[in-house]
């Protein structure tokens, strides 16, 4: 982007490195108030980020009167292009310039982090670590000037010394290894800087990592009007098939949270035996059907007629939650997935009896002429790529990237900062949630939300995502509520999801006007 903004737009990387720089000092009088009576302590390293350090050193002095110190870890004629230009500048309106080696930011109320920006490939090590260390001992807030020092801004891997920042001031567009973990743990409190980058570059269709925004959801709902057609047709048809002997709660928690997020109507098939604790426990607005099982409490083969015939008249089916092991499950799961002519949303055990076949169910995915979405956790998703759980969560981003290649399909691979992908490379990452809805029936909740969007004829891809925003506001919104996160269970979040919908839509109204 910012070579296409200097050869494209003809724009001096000098021009958007004063840019930068005033911006930082925008934000810093913001959160700090007045900047002349701070001490600032700026630490600069021999690139372009550096060079940002120093413009904002000359900035503090000319339009602040505030004197920073510039800690230079590199010998001065080590700067080349745009960050030797900001350094000549600095040097000659008095900017105060001094070795790294004779650091101290012991009378500093703020320290900079100018050292390393976007650029730097690997750990950082040996005495470039030793500064990082001393900016983290330091006891004071750490300003980054566009990504803390050491981070990969491209996978946000946390190797080799890392500036642990209070905040972090990036430009243009935030940067993926700030938002993902291990990444987003040394960020702080992340502002997104407009330095001047055309939106033409930044709308660019190469383009294809999103952070879902509340606006994004609101525009891909559908708009509901009181009108001669609003009717609940309209809004789709979800039929979930869910449950086993001792899984009665996963099947309810999927129907109420799918009706919660606005579907139409909702059939709920279950085994048999499990039919009439079913209905007592679930909303009355959703039908049940009973369903052949197995000795086991299990679907069974004899099951798939009846749920076919169910399919016939559904916009979307959830399957998975609860449907439980063996043989007979693994081949109702099997054929019913093969066969199957509507849209399905397959999470929990329908996943796992996939990973069992020989290609971990490729072929019966990629061989379906509907579309398909699964939501496997990190477990799961080990399982369907023949992986380790500690493998995917090492890198996610590849792993759910290589699930969607493997399938075909949509893959949500859930977590903190939850990821849905697709296999033409666009790829959302979650920014709602919190530690408390890390509980038994979050995930069956997940596959509710995201068939009953789904069945509103969002696209697969929109509808993964759309669904882990709402589900993790709806988290938000709960914590919010009991003033913290302990103690939230997955039945809480069903109730929090129809506002969590309307905040989506308040929040884009709001930026429209």
Known sequence: MDRQTAEDYHVPGLISMEHGALKVLEILHEQFGTLSEKRISIVCGKGNNGGDGLAIARNLLTRFNCHATVW????????????????????????????????????????????????????????????????????????????????????????????????????????????????????????????????????????????????????WLPVRRNSRDSNKGKFGHVLVIAGSKGFAGAPVMVAEATARTGAGLITLAVPEALEQAIVAHVSPVVMTHALNQSEAGTLNHSALESAFNLAKTATVVALGPGVGHGKEAASFVRDFVRHCKVPLVLDADALNILAEESDHGNSLIRARSAPTILTPHPGEMGRLLGLSTATVESDRRSAVTQATQNYGCVVLLKGAKTLSAAPDGRLYLNNTANPGMATGGAGDVLTGVIASLLAQHLEPLHAAAAGAYIHGLAGDLVKRSRSGSTGIIATDLIEYLPGAIARCQQEWEHQSL
């Open 72 to 219: 230079l870890s590199v010998d001065p004629s080590a700067f080349r292009g745009e960050a030797a230009s900001s350094y000549q500048m600095a040097k000659s309106y008095g900017v105060q310039l001094r070795p790294v080696s004779e650091m101290n930011l012991s009378n500093s109320d703020i320290v900079i982090d100018a050292l390393f920006g976007t650029g730097i490939k690997g750990p950082v090590t040996g005495e470039a670590a030793n500064i990082i260390q001393a900016i983290n001992n330091s006891g004071k807030k750490v300003i980054s000037v566009d990504v803390p020092s050491g981070l990969d801004a491209d996978d946000g891997k946390a190797e080799g010394a890392i500036v642990r920042a209070s905040l972090t001031i990036t430009f243009a567009l935030p940067k993926y290894g700030m938002l993902d973990f291990p990444g987003a743990d040394y960020v702080g409190e992340l502002i997104i800087s407009d330095i001047g980058t055309p939106s033409a570059v930044m709308e660019n269709s190469a383009i294809k990592t999103y952070a879902t925004e509340a606006s994004d959801v609101a525009r």
